[in-house]
């Protein structure tokens, strides 16, 4: 089977998957926590090997180990994406009026993060100034956009990504 593996015959990679699919998914959900997001990580992790030119080769190891490396690797890509999201987003959400209209704390942060807020696309930028600043709901930004539901969320996410790259170098510098 890991000579057709490395041949790339469809039948190997589903046989692959079927013989180490729990062993895969063990080893994702011990690296994210989550059954649903192991889950993600396993088939995206077959799947980019399927869209590699050469995923593997025996002298790179036995199947089973490769794969393995490969969903582990996978997953801490995907906590450190998640990780840097998730920072992105508190500080977004720092910038946001409080219910009972108070600014953030920390003016040098919110700064910051306006500067870099002002970076982004302006399609971008309108989508994450609704969902931040005025707190609506993906659905009801399409809404008001009259977008695809499907678009804002990926201007969002794109734009989320864009602002925790830019907002990483700073956070670094301050010690933070």
């Known amino acids: 089977m890991a000579a057709a593996?490395?041949?790339r015959e469809r039948w190997?990679?589903?046989e692959a998957y079927r013989r180490h699919a729990s062993l895969l998914y063990s080893t994702a959900y011990n690296v994210l926590?989550?059954?649903?997001d192991a889950k993600d990580c396993v088939a995206d992790a077959i799947a980019r090997l399927w869209r590699a030119s050469h995923p593997?080769?025996?002298a790179r190891g036995n199947l089973r180990?490769?794969?393995?490396?490969?969903?582990?690797?996978?997953?801490?890509s995907r906590l450190r994406r998640h990780t840097r999201k998730s920072h992105a987003e508190e500080r977004l959400a720092g910038l946001a009026p409080e219910r009972n209209g108070a600014e953030a704390a920390d003016p040098i942060e919110r700064d910051r993060v306006r500067r870099a807020v002002l970076?982004?696309?302006?399609?971008?930028?309108v989508a994450i100034a609704l969902a931040y600043y005025a707190a609506k709901t993906h659905r009801e930004i399409a809404a008001e956009l009259r977008e695809p539901l499907g678009t804002i969320k990926?201007?969002?996410?794109?734009?989320?990504?864009?602002?925790?790259?830019a907002l990483e170098p700073a956070a670094g510098a301050n010690g933070r």
């Open 12 to 14: 190997a990679f589903s």
């Open 56 to 58: 593997y080769s025996s």
């Open 5 to 7: 593996f490395a041949a």
């Open 33 to 36: 926590g989550n059954a649903d």
């Open 154 to 165: 990926s201007r969002i996410k794109l734009a989320l990504r864009k602002l925790a790259s």
């Open 65 to 76: 180990n490769f794969l393995i490396v490969c969903v582990r690797n996978e997953a801490i």
């Open 119 to 125: 970076t982004l696309p302006p399609d971008q930028r």
